[in-house]
Every structure is written in structure tokens, then in C-alpha cells.
């Protein structure tokens, strides 16, 4: 081969698809903008004015992936759905300090970019973004040749909030007797996926096209269930009622994330049996014999979000929230536990 036939897409990179991506994304990205985004697309950064009533403006960052549910995507071909997985596993965690979403900017990294396949993951990604009522301000789509096997990728996300300093909520007005109340999941969400392959696909010998009756439906479309974005039911609730705390359900399951809003010396009680169990957690647990603490530390068991309030808090917060269209149930309390911890303890019935 001479100098002069060796081109950029001769090692593997082609130049014209990757435009053909980004203008098959188009459509979808504006769709997202508000009156707030200066500019359109295609230039080096995305421009965003800070409008809006804050006296005292605090940013609030999140970054996040979507993990191996992907390889659930590429096992099925079926790439339009895990984008808004990865809007939610990075705006619910902002959510929880009461935080506004402003805007979410994305990275797509694969070895061979195929257009349509980008254009329907950047579909995902502004589905989730409609959902939280933020623009996807800008992003990346990386075609790396030799690093990523043939009909695979990788994609990051990266949310920005702002809320008033005085009003961040921490959990650290916690008390014993405030009560926590959760919001249903859609299914596995975006956590635990490792152990989720191990059980189906290597222990009970399953694939995604198996049909399994107890989910109504193939086990590839339970476990490609996007993630819940919690978002426009929470953002009503902190205008009416005083949040103490709030809970995403990700990875490390219950005894991992409740504590993390918890004030030394208190623990979280969860009553088991006090909301519905989606029938795949059971599933697993049954058919692969695991063990209850190892399921409630890996997964979310059907409760994707939680929100802590005072007692004479829970009527209202339950009515707003199940008003907005989440099912939402009184799962706990915080009672007295051993000084200078904070723990969760599981509930019999």
C-alpha cells in the first residue's frame, strides 16, 4: 500500500457515517431544547443562560454509565431504550439534594459506528431527558476501531442541577419517627447486572428470547425495562411539602444507599411485605436459591426512589406523588439504633 492510498478510514474510522450520526441525532436533540439554550448544534460547547429565582445558586453534578445491561442490548439488537437508563442513573442521583436539572451532555464510544444504531441510543438519551425537563446540551460519539468488539459500545452521561444553597437537602434534619415513604421501580433498572447475566443466562441456562410466564413477557424485555426517572413527581413534591431526605436506589441496593442520609445513631426499619415485589426479584431469588440480604444489597426489589418526611407529612406526600402518576407507599421509619452507626434493618411483617 502506498503513502498515498492510507486514510483515516482505512484504519478504521469512517468520517462520512459519523456525520450521517450526528445529523440522524438532530431531530432528536432539539426536542430536548428549551428557551434557556443559546445556539444550536455543532459548535465546540453547549450554551446555557442560568435563569430562574435563586438567591444563592448552587451547582449540582452527576456522572454515571449504564453498565452491563447493556450487553442486554446487544443481545437483543435493540439500542432505544438503555439512553434513557443512563439520563436517570445520573439525574436521580441529583435529584436527591433537591437539585433542578439544567442540562445532560453524553459520550458514545464504539468500534464500528453504524448511523442508525447512534441515532436510536441519542433517542433514548432525549426520551429521558423530556422525562426530567432538560436539555441534551451536547455530547460525544467516539469511533474507536480495535478497542471495542464489532457491534458493541459504551456510553457515559454527565447531568448538571442547581438549587438554592438554603434549600439542598441532606438528611441531616433526620429524626427518629420520620418516615420513609417509596416509589416503585420499573424493574432491575441499571444495577446488578452481573449477578442478573450469572442467573439467567449461565446458571438457568435461559437467552433474552425465553418466554417466561410470571413477567408476562420475554426475559430480554423485562430486563431491558428502562430505568424510572423520578423527576417531575419529586420536583412537585419539594414545592409543597419540607423533604428531609431522598434515596436513588443504585447499586449497593438498600443497605448500601439508605444510610447515606442517615444521621449517626439512627437506623432505617423497612417493612417488609409493605409494597409489591416485581416478580423477576423473586424470580431470582427462588430459582438461584439467593440469599434475602444478598438481594436486598445488590438490588432495589421493586422500590427505585425514597423520600423521608415527618409524620404529619406522609398523607400529603403520598397524595402528590400518586397524583403525579408514581405508586408510592410507606415502606419504613427511622428509629434509635447504636451510637455513632446508622444501619438498615429488615422487618418481618
Known amino acids: 500500500m502506498s503513502n498515498g492510498s492510507l486514510t483515516y478510514a482505512v484504519a478504521g474510522v469512517d468520517v462520512k457515517e459519523g456525520a ?31 435563569s430562574g429565582q435563586f438567591e444563592s445558586p448552587v451547582l449540582v453534578a452527576g456522572t454515571d454509565g449504564v453498565g452491563t445491561k447493556l450487553k442486554i442490548a446487544f443481545m437483543m439488537d435493540k439500542h432505544d431504550t438503555v ?7 445520573c439525574v436521580n442521583d441529583i435529584l436527591c439534594q433537591g437539585a433542578k436539572p439544567l442540562f445532560f451532555l453524553d459520550y458514545l464510544a ?42 458493541e459500545y459504551d456510553m457515559a452521561g454527565f447531568a448538571v442541577g442547581v438549587v438554592d444553597e438554603p434549600k439542598i437537602i441532606t438528611g441531616s434534619s433526620i429524626n427518629e419517627g420520620d418516615v420513609l415513604i417509596g416509589l416503585s ?16 443466562f449461565d446458571l438457568l441456562g435461559m437467552t433474552v428470547e425465553t418466554f417466561v410466564p410470571e413477567f408476562e413477557s420475554t426475559l430480554g424485555e423485562t430486563l431491558l425495562t428502562p430505568t424510572r ?35 449517626l445513631g439512627l437506623d432505617a426499619h423497612i417493612a417488609l411485605g409493605s409494597w409489591q415485589v ?13 440469599a434475602r440480604d444478598e438481594m436486598f444489597g445488590t438490588f432495589n426489589m421493586g422500590i427505585g426512589y425514597i423520600v423521608t418526611v415527618a409524620p404529619e407529612d406522609v398523607e400529603k406526600t403520598l397524595s402528590l406523588l400518586r397524583e403525579a402518576g408514581e405508586s408510592a407507599s410507606v415502606i419504613g421509619s427511622v428509629q434509635k439504633g447504636a451510637q455513632g452507626e446508622k444501619g438498615v434493618i429488615l422487618c418481618e411483617s
Not at 426520551?127 to 455530547?139: Q, V
Not at 421501580?185 to 439467567?200: D, E, P, Q, T
Open 20 to 50: 450521517r450520526a450526528v445529523e440522524l441525532m438532530k431531530k432528536h436533540v432539539k426536542e430536548t431544547f428549551n428557551p434557556d439554550v443559546i445556539g444550536d448544534l455543532g459548535s465546540f460547547g453547549g450554551l446555557l443562560r442560568l
Open 83 to 89: 439512553g434513557q437508563d443512563l439520563v436517570a442513573m
Open 110 to 151: 464504539t468500534g464500528k459506528l453504524k448511523a442508525e444504531d447512534a441515532a436510536l441510543l441519542v433517542k433514548g438519551i432525549t426520551d429521558g431527558c423530556k422525562l426530567s425537563n432538560m436539555p441534551l446540551l451536547g455530547g460525544e460519539t467516539a469511533e474507536m476501531p480495535g478497542f471495542y468488539a464489532d457491534g
Open 185 to 200: 421501580s420499573s424493574g432491575v433498572h441499571s444495577n446488578g447486572y452481573s449477578l442478573v447475566r450469572k442467573i439467567f
Open 229 to 263: 426517572i423520578y423527576v417531575k413527581a419529586i420536583s412537585r413534591l419539594l414545592e409543597e411539602v419540607a423533604v428531609k431526605g431522598m434515596v436513588h436506589m443504585t447499586g449497593g441496593g438498600f443497605f448500601e444507599n439508605i444510610p447515606r442520609i442517615l444521621p
Open 278 to 290: 416485581p416478580p423477576v426479584f423473586n424470580y431470582m431469588a427462588e430459582k438461584a436459591g439467593v
